[in-house]
């Protein structure tokens, strides 16, 4: 497509349930990133990737996060037993290459609620 | 750790009406400096970005952005306000060995348009 696409754009959940959020970047961009999005916390940075290799996870906020990419392409958010404080919206981004020269475009995000 | 501060959190200004948004960012080098903007239930699209050359940047929608290293600041400006530009503006630096890999954000102004 066109943009970056994210999915689900609303999951509201039952707190302890896993969720998958799924990120579909731009054709070609090797980068990708999540961020988070809560009003407490602002914008947060949560994790990027450069193919399918993450070389930072320490912005990951517990071990109840994981993500990965596989193909170089798609790349998948999980959050295993969610918890009230995980609600937020999630948003991905994808950039040509790392670079400093490389803008970030932004899906619309993930909005999660839990329950 | 560079941190970004708008210290407006909400502004209102008239339509047809100048506009400057705040940014000031802290970090021991010239960072990559960003203003992004966000309407209701979207995601961020990229305004304008400064990496180095002319201190004064252009970006799209008409607005502009000044670096000032001496007041570590970058500053967003319209000389003139359309409804339609009422939404949320987020500066953002990104400071790493790459220099892309992680956007660290301002809180945000919210920009209120009124007739």
């Known amino acids: 497509g066109a943009g970056v696409s994210q999915s689900p754009s609303n999951k509201v959940t039952e707190k302890g349930k896993d969720v998958e959020l799924r990120c579909d970047p731009i054709?070609?961009?090797?980068?990708l990133y999540w961020y988070r999005q809560s009003l407490g916390q602002g914008l947060e940075f949560l994790i990027y990737?450069?193919?399918?290799?993450?070389?930072?996870k320490s912005g990951l906020p517990s071990d109840r996060f994981s993500a990965e990419r596989t193909g170089g392409s798609v790349s998948t958010l999980t959050i295993q037993r969610t918890q009230q404080e995980d609600s937020a919206v999630y948003l991905c981004?994808?950039?040509?290459?790392?670079?400093?020269?490389?803008?970030?475009?932004f899906g619309d995000g993930t909005r999660l609620s839990i329950l | 750790a560079q941190s970004v501060t708008q210290p407006d959190i909400h502004i209102t200004v008239s339509e047809g009406a100048s506009l400057e948004l705040r940014c000031n960012y802290s970090?021991?080098?010239?960072?990559?400096l960003f203003w992004y903007v966000q309407s209701p239930g979207q995601g961020l699209q990229l305004l304008l970005k400064y990496f180095s050359g002319d201190t004064l940047v252009q970006g799209i929608k008409g607005f502009e952005a000044e670096f000032k290293r001496s007041q570590s600041s970058f500053n967003l400006r319209k000389p003139s306000v359309h409804w339609s530009d009422a939404a949320e503006y987020f500066c953002a630096v990104a400071i790493s060995n790459f220099g892309n890999e992680k956007l660290t954000f301002g809180t945000g102004t919210r920009l209120t348009i009124i007739p």
């Open positions: 990737f450069q193919g399918n290799s993450a070389p930072d």
């Open positions: 054709s070609g961009h090797t980068a």
């Open positions: 981004a994808s950039s040509l290459a790392l670079g400093g020269t490389q803008p970030q475009h």
């Open positions: 970090y021991g080098a010239t960072p990559y």
